[in-house]
């Protein structure tokens, strides 16, 4: 079962999640918090309205909402994160989680690590970027963007190569302190497949200049 998380970040080009976005039968939707807003820009009526509500107007509020302290240490997605996990979803895509503030950002990155640790794995998806990760393995990436970049999120990743894209890698090593895989990009009508045989990858997919 697939877990769809809306977050209360914005959302860059709606129209374009709409036609990226197939919904499965037995998605598990949840709203963190203000994600209410942005699940109602897609047009989805959530599974489950959870978080401290600090996004929202008591108006808003639908009933049967999950309520949780201001106070607390998790943050409203790390909640629905959590929740997930616990509904046995292993597979998770999460709306509204990038751009704003870029604290929220980096932990909604950081919960991408954290569904690794857990056994499962996470995508934060807006109209103009992607963003995954990838640990002691492969991914095929099919969704064409204007740009892929590829960075070591541990502090070093061995056996990094690339394939389908601009510029190739294999074997390579990358380092948490440079730079070097960004900004490539996939090649048209091909399939981009980034593996890494040690350590754990970031991969950011824009469309943007």
Known sequence: MRCVIFAAGPMEAP????????????????????GLRNAALLGVTPSLVLGDMDSLESAQVPEGAR???VRK????????????????CREFLLFGAL????????????????????????TLLDGGHLCTMVRDGSVGLDTA???????????????????????TLSG???????????????????????SVEKGTLLLILSDHL
């Open 15 to 34: 129209e374009r999640l709409r036609e990226m976005w197939s919904r499965e039968a037995d998605d598990l939707i949840i709203a963190a918090d203000g």
């Open 67 to 69: 309520l949780y302290p």
């Open 73 to 88: 240490d998790d943050t409203d997605t790390m909640l629905a994160i959590k929740t997930g996990l616990e509904e046995g």
């Open 99 to 122: 751009g704003g503030r870029l604290d929220h950002t980096y932990a909604n990155i950081q919960s991408l690590a954290y569904l690794l640790e857990q056994g499962a794995s996470g």
């Open 145 to 167: 963007f204007r740009h892929l970049s590829v960075f070591s999120y541990s502090d070093r990743c061995e056996g990094v190569s690339e394939s389908g894209t601009g510029y």
């Open 172 to 194: 390579a090593e990358l380092t948490s302190s440079f730079p070097l895989g960004v900004s490539n990009y996939q090649l048209k009508g091909e399939r981009a497949v980034i």
